[in-house]
């Protein structure tokens, strides 16, 4: 069944990028264009009836920050917001990541806490605490891969995760006290009132295939980036983004934008925690497994960084890799006598260790470089860091809870 699903989800999104061919492949499209136009309907609905104060939305006495963008995955997303929440920690702020945890299994049973009276919190209240700041107290099945991974990285910063996120963020106030939610992949989550919405765009792909979902990749029109407050182009190349700004700039005037860079920065053994510079790659033989939105960007990294990267397998967004099927490629390098296994972080978190580790694998650190708007990025950090005294959400009907 496992097996089935994947393949059924490799040939869907064959179908939305137009890879797969025939007349299968055509109809699909037609009949997921016809759906596309009700989902643009659904998609604007819904944010008008936030904006005319029909759907309540919800202030927690917290700065709420939200970073997300408006297509399916692949914008870089998962370091901008490890670099905001290290920034504002740094700061002197208290910072707790709220995340759905997409696709991290159910707990068996709730999380144990005792409030500041020493009274147990009541299951139904408990979002997943993935970590306190000071201590990582869940593992990435059950948290999710990208909480797993910022939850590690990132000490003095909690991390909760619940699709609840108004319920994430009362636990994250009132018991880990929180002074700034950072709102992951938020931009769509309108229940909780965002202080301010910054949008990832991707620069080598922007707009995604220009088509909402369930054709294309887009979550919400372009238009829609009008909700923007602050706008940053990620995965740079350093080659000019003026065109794109310029179509950006139709749908939003205002924003302050960011140009940056996802490089790659080291090596790191998933097994050992050792690490190597990038420059151990040049000239080796290497076998590259992902679990990512585009894995593409991925696999050309690794060979702009001189690697020789025989053979590929890649598996759909957030796969959980089996043992069986992980010794199974470490067989084929071996057989094709690769130097190394090389992986990306987010799938790193849910590598399971092989009975022999043949072939030693890494994974590739990325992290953020600005390259345009520095000045623009420390006064973003200044704002959250420094906000006015009296603090408004951006949409008008909201309800106040007392933490």
Request: glycine residues 8%; aromatic residues 8%.
């Amino acid at each position: 069944m496992k097996e089935l699903i994947e393949e059924l989800e490799r040939w869907g999104a064959d179908v939305i990028f137009g890879r797969a061919k025939g007349f299968r492949a055509t109809m699909m499209r037609f009949f997921m264009r016809a759906l596309s136009g009700i989902f643009r309907g659904i998609v604007q609905l819904r944010i008008w009836r936030y904006r005319s104060g029909w759907r309540e939305q919800q202030y927690l006495g917290a700065q709420v920050i939200a970073i997300g963008n408006i297509t399916v995955g692949g914008t870089g997303k998962t370091p901008v917001v490890e670099l905001l929440a290290r920034s504002l920690r740094d700061r002197g702020r208290k910072v707790a990541i709220l995340s759905r945890g997409y696709k991290s299994k159910k707990l068996d049973h709730p999380q144990k806490w005792k409030n500041r009276k020493d009274q147990a919190i009541p299951g139904e209240k408990m979002p997943k605490v993935v970590s306190t700041g000071s201590a990582l107290l869940l593992d990435s099945k059950y948290a999710g891969d990208e909480p797993f991974m910022l939850a590690r990285n990132l000490d003095g910063v909690s991390v909760v995760v619940d699709k609840n996120r108004v319920k994430g963020g009362l636990f994250a106030v009132g018991q880990l006290d929180a002074d700034t939610l950072l709102l992951d992949d938020g931009m769509q989550y309108l229940d909780l009132a965002h202080s301010l919405d910054i949008v990832l765009v991707d620069s080598g792909a922007p707009f995604g295939t220009e088509a909402l979902l369930p054709r294309g990749t887009l979550r919400e029109p372009p238009g829609n980036l009008h909700r923007a407050s602050y706008i940053m182009i990620t995965k740079c190349s350093g080659s000019s983004n003026e065109a794109l700004i310029s179509r950006i700039r139709k749908y939003n005037r205002v924003a302050e934008i960011i140009e940056c860079t996802h490089g790659p920065i080291y090596l790191e053994d998933v097994f050992t925690r050792e690490r190597k510079p990038l420059d151990f790659l040049k000239d080796k033989w290497v076998g590259a497994i992902s679990a990512i939105a585009v894995p593409e960007a991925f696999e050309s990294s690794l060979e702009k960084l001189g690697a020789r990267v025989e053979i590929k397998r890649r598996f759909s967004d957030h796969y959980r890799f089996s043992k069986k099927e992980v010794e199974k490629f470490m067989q084929r390098c071996v057989e094709r006598d690769m130097e190394i296994i090389v992986t990306t972080e987010k799938d790193a978190v849910r590598f399971p260790r092989p009975e022999s580790i043949d072939v030693p694998v890494y994974f590739l650190r990325i992290e953020v470089e600005i390259l345009k708007g520095q000045e623009v990025w420390d006064s973003l950090v200044e704002r959250i860091c420094h906000p006015p005294a009296v603090f408004e959400p951006t949409l008008r009907n909201r309800h106040v809870y007392r933490i």
